[in-house]
């Protein structure tokens, strides 16, 4: 089982970046995925979240407006679409992967976490 994060970088404020979660050795289809996030420091916080029907759930309200969820069930991927990147918003990004039809808040609900991808937004 396997959940691997990417596209995770360097940008400016204001700017956009485009995660990506591709999971394998597990039926996709049939979990919820969430992107959490854990800054230097701080707790980490769940982000958003895509359900199995493809409705999602923002944890964050500070993303909203901003940060867009989606996934390609043919690819067993999740994306993470960032616009409007605030230095606030600069973490380490996880997804993980919970066998639920929606969106569970709790983090003990998750099966299977990625190992992350740093984004950092510069001032």
């Known amino acids: 089982v396997q959940l691997v994060e990417s596209g995770g970088g360097l940008v400016q404020a204001g700017g956009s970046l485009r995660l990506s979660c591709a999971a394998s050795?597990?039926?996709?289809?049939?979990?919820?995925i969430t992107w959490f996030r854990q800054a230097p420091g701080k707790e980490r916080e769940g982000v958003i979240c895509i359900s199995r029907s493809r409705g999602s759930t923002y944890y964050a309200d500070s993303v909203k407006g901003r940060f867009t969820i989606s996934r390609d069930n043919a690819k067993n991927t999740v994306y993470l679409q960032m616009n409007r990147l605030k230095p606030e918003d600069t973490a380490d990004y996880h997804c993980a992967a919970a066998f639920f039809n929606r969106c569970p808040p709790r983090q003990w609900s998750y099966n299977y976490w990625g190992q992350g991808t740093q984004v950092t937004v510069s001032s």
């Open positions: 050795g597990f039926t996709f289809d049939d979990y919820a």
